[in-house]
């Protein structure tokens, strides 16, 4: 009987068989950064311990960055003591940290892969739930709070008991102008924003296949928005190609043996699964949420639905959703109004999201009063994006070009939401209060459809805006 | 770490309903701007107790009858979103020592049982009648039985399900892993050597 991708890994990575039955599971490589790590290291050093494999942790600073000026002392007294205790905890500890000044920082999630320290068959941990994102190239890799980052500073190693795994198949070819956002909010909008809890999501076929590494992370990266905390695509060559000459790679000969072993940890032909879902690519639309849980979307062209049409158990958080966004049943969200354009963001603040919108923003403009800010998710990015000439076409069309950093994504830096403003966002979560101002207002889409509301200044059918056929 | 096992939780409740209340709720990420989780009850819940003027929403934490409560009641997929400990450290931190919910996303789950807060599934119905009963009589004494996975209430007597590994660790004293862990690091520099 075959295998699973999950089920390798973990076999090979499993350490011992603990007291209360849970697995202890070795960390092949561990991210951190200011905001779920001080606390841990603080525990460190209440206890007399030390990292026990400190090559083994990277950090990054991203959270509570300011992304317009990076003087420091920040103006933000706590984000800077943040930032300080971060390089102390660093420099004290001997872990590599990407530092502002290193040119190499940014979002963790984006961080990991550029540099190559993302690799197929490993297990990464994070204390950040959008970890899940570097299974994208075949990693397992989880969301953990901080006494977990705590146990893996110290022992390499957390507590942890298997996952099921459930296959979403997705097959077909998606229409002109639906991108990977569009996939993973249609599986979360199917499957529900609790479907996967207690799963591993293997995302798989040809749908997926066809996918670039980059679109494959931003399905990986909103695995935890459908409760699956555990999400990743089995690698092939596309990811060894993205992987080959980064920096922490292994090269020459080390390269051609982590190859060897690379092709062998995908899920065998006859892997059983747990559950297995498919989907049809050439069903899915640009999709938008319109609630308070990234499972409340609809395509731009359908109604949202009312409390009424909705499985009983979905009725009072969409009650819910339609007051606080104020929204009505039966409206259609293209026409929307919107006050704010966030381009960004562990999903979708990568090269290819930057590549792909310029080419329908050049020569466009932003509409009047929006206020539209595009941030890349690391330095690295942001430098290709300035050879590229992309941020001029972004910094043309009237988008404020930031420096890299998480931003608007969550309210821990100055890039917040005022009041009830709506935001046409390509971030991940349209919780309450999620943006930094309590009654501000996400619509989650992907990254062409925020730069079609930001020109047109509503929500609006990016494949009619920008006449992709 | 040697800890005292969690067996029974005794105490008055508080309903906060609704499902999917995620960690952005419980602790807005404005208020993770520290380096210790220090002084975070205060921020617990905040904006939806609080107007964004300051004024209080009376929201059920800050009414008088459910003051002292112990105990938490919510509906389905608690804490999903964020896998900030900060969300159960600040419900510690509040004073709540168990949460009762219809069901609870996974890591929220594993912080919490780490701090050795025990959270504990109940099936819908009797959920509803614990909330109604509570909302009733908000000085009724509710009871978790860890050992046997059991909810009582006055009259009301129901099971509630909980992950066999964590109702292991807090039976036994070691929800928090660090000692087993830290006890298997000659076997973990084995494996380290093979593992790239």
């Known amino acids: ?469 | 770490m040697s800890l005292s096992p969690i067996k029974k939780v005794t105490g008055r409740a508080v309903p906060v309903e609704g499902d999917d209340i995620d960690t952005d709720r419980i602790i807005p990420a404005r208020y993770m701007r520290c380096v210790t989780f220090d002084g975070l009850g205060e921020f617990l819940f905040h904006d939806i107790r609080q107007t964004p003027e300051g004024k209080s929403t009376k929201h059920p934490i800050d009414q008088a009858q459910f003051n002292g409560s112990t105990i938490l009641i919510s509906g389905m997929n608690f804490g999903c979103g964020s896998s900030r400990e900060h969300a159960p450290q600040a419900i510690v931190r509040a004073g709540f020592k168990a949460v009762i919910a219809g069901n609870f996303a996974e890591i929220f789950f594993g912080n919490s049982t780490t701090l050795g807060l025990p959270c504990v599934t109940a099936k819908k119905e009797d959920l509803e009648a614990l909330t109604q009963l509570i909302k009733k009589e908000p000085s009724t004494e509710v009871q978790i039985d860890l050992e046997n996975l059991k909810v009582s209430a006055g009259k009301l007597s129901f099971p509630v399900t909980m992950k066999a590994s964590a109702q292991q660790g807090l039976l036994s004293g070691r929800y928090d892993a660090i000692a087993d862990l830290l006890a298997n690091l000659p076997k973990v520099k084995e494996l380290a050597a093979h593992l790239p």
């Open chain 1, 1 to 469: 009987m075959g295998k699973t991708l999950f089920h390798k890994v973990w076999d090979r990575h499993a350490v011992a068989k603990l007291p209360d039955g849970s697995t202890q599971l070795f960390i092949g490589t561990h991210l951190i950064h200011e905001v779920t790590s001080p606390q841990a290291f603080g525990m460190l050093r209440d206890l007399g311990l030390k990292v026990a494999f400190p090559k083994r942790t990277f950090a990054t600073v991203d959270h509570i960055v300011p992304t317009d000026q990076r003087v420091e002392p920040f103006k933000d007294t706590l984000a800077d003591a943040m930032i300080k205790e971060l390089r102390k905890n660093c420099s004290d500890f001997g872990v590599t940290f990407f530092d502002i000044p290193s040119g190499k920082q940014g979002i963790v999630h984006i961080v990991g892969p550029e540099q190559g320290i993302t690799q197929p068959g490993t297990t990464i941990a994070c204390g950040d739930s959008h970890t899940s994102t570097h299974g994208a190239f075949g990693a397992v890799a989880f969301g953990i709070g901080t006494s977990q980052v705590r146990d893996v500073l110290a022992t390499q190693t957390m507590a942890l008991s298997p996952l099921k795994v459930r296959k979403i198949e997705v097959r077909d070819k998606l229409g002109p102008g639906v991108y990977a956002k569009d996939i993973i909010l249609h599986i979360i909008r199917t499957l529900g924003v609790n479907g996967g809890t207690g799963y591993a999501y293997e995302y798989a076929g040809p749908t997926i296949e066809g996918l670039s590494i980059e679109e494959r992370m931003t399905i990986c990266n909103m695995s935890i928005e459908g409760g699956a905390r555990v999400g990743y695509v089995n690698p092939d060559e596309k990811t060894f190609e993205y992987l080959k000459g980064r920096p922490y790679c292994p090269k020459g000969k080390d390269w051609d043996a982590a190859l060897t072993e690379w092709r062998k940890v995908a899920s065998d032909p006859d892997a059983v699964y747990d559950d297995v879902k498919v989907f049809e690519a050439s069903e899915i639309r640009p999709t938008v949420t319109w609630g308070i849980n990234p499972g409340q979307g609809i395509f731009i062209d359908e109604a949202i639905p009312s409390p009424e049409q909705l499985p009983v158990a979905d009725r009072s958080s969409a009650k819910e959703a339609l007051e606080f966004m104020k929204f009505k049943a039966g409206q259609k969200l293209a026409g929307q109004k919107i006050q704010v354009a966030f381009f960004g963001s562990c999903t979708n603040a990568r090269l290819s999201d930057f590549v792909e919108a310029s080419r329908f923003l050049k020569g466009r403009k932003v509409a009047k009063g929006i206020r539209a800010i595009a941030v890349p998710g690391s330095q690295g990015v942001s430098k290709i994006c300035a050879e590229m000439g992309i941020d001029k076409i972004f910094r043309e069309a009237g988008f404020d070009w930031r420096e890299a950093g998480c931003s608007m994504c969550l309210g821990m830096n100055p890039d917040q939401l005022v009041g009830d403003e709506i935001c046409a966002s390509s971030s991940n979560r349209n919780f309450k209060g999620r943006q930094g101002s309590p009654t501000g207002r996400t619509l989650l889409m992907s990254p062409v459809m925020v730069a079609a509301a930001a020109v047109t200044g509503e929500v609006s059918d990016a494949r009619k805006v920008f006449a992709q056929t």
